[in-house]
T-cell receptor, first 117, second 113 residues
Framework: GENVEQHPSTLSVQEGDSAVIKCTYSDSASNYFPWYKQELGKRPQLIIDIRSNVGEKKDQRIAVTLNKTAKHFSLHITETQPEDSAVYFCAASSGLNYGGSQGNLIFGKGTKLSVKP | DGGITQSPKYLFRKEGQNVTLSCEQNLNHDAMYWYRQDPGQGLRLIYYSQIVNDFQKGDIAEGYSVSREKKESFPLTVTSAQKNPTAFYLC????????????FGPGTRLTVL
């Protein structure tokens, strides 16, 4: 089955710097890669996602890149702000055979991002 | 705030007791999920249901049970067979189809005394 590795587990940056979180996946059939942000004591919320037919997607200060050949994808946050401090989770799914389990999301273990003012 | 609710927010259980966590959604979503979150472990899938009256085991189903009698509701029972039940439990729902966003509830923190 799918396995998702996420690095680093913790990341500390200075306000205004960029932050990069990387994930690798094992199942070449995976074609959907969402990123969730979970603030302390809150529920995870989707911040950006990418499908395998594109290599990059950007939304204001957040971007995600995908390298299908190497089976890795990354989250890039530019001009970080204190409110970006949270735990970020990557995930992958194949979306195949909706009636089965392949469409389920497999999550990485998370990266705790701290942005120091 | 997302249309998916969980109750209670905090739950304390004595060893040997079964407890049921509630999850309700008014998003008209077909699919619902239960995850367990432990520090440093990410989100692990316990059970999922893609349609009413049907559900499937996830990666860590042992010691848990679910039902899906209504589209809006997907309760999770933590049984006494679950050896280490203290954790944060998250419920999620999504529309039908392979690439739909999962919306999460606020979570229930279960502590076994």
């Amino acid at each position: 089955g799918e396995n998702v590795e996420q690095h680093p587990s913790t990341l500390s940056v200075q306000e205004g710097d960029s932050a990069v979180i990387k994930c690798t996946y094992s199942d070449s059939a995976s074609n959907y890669f969402p990123w969730y942000k979970q603030e302390l004591g809150k529920r995870p919320q989707l911040i950006i996602d990418i499908r395998s037919n594109v290599g990059e997607k950007k939304d204001q200060r957040i971007a995600v890149t995908l390298n299908k050949t190497a089976k890795h994808f990354s989250l890039h946050i530019t001009e970080t702000q204190p409110e970006d401090s949270a735990v970020y989770f990557c995930a992958a799914s194949s979306g195949l055979n909706y009636g089965g389990s392949q469409g389920n999301l497999i999550f990485g273990k998370g990266t705790k991002l701290s942005v120091k003012p | 705030d997302g249309g998916i609710t969980q109750s209670p927010k905090y739950l304390f259980r004595k060893e040997g007791q079964n407890v049921t966590l509630s999850c309700e959604q008014n998003l008209n979503h077909d699919a619902m999920y239960w995850y367990r979150q432990d520090p440093g472990q990410g989100l692990r899938l316990i059970y999922y249901s893609q349609i009413v009256n049907d559900f499937q085991k996830g990666d860590i189903a042992e010691g848990y049970s679910v039902s899906r009698e209504k589209k809006e509701s997907f309760p999770l029972t933590v049984t006494s067979a679950q050896k280490n039940p203290t954790a944060f439990y998250l419920c999620a729902s999504s529309g039908r189809g392979p690439h739909n966003e999962q919306f999460f509830g606020p979570g229930t923190r279960l502590t076994v005394l």
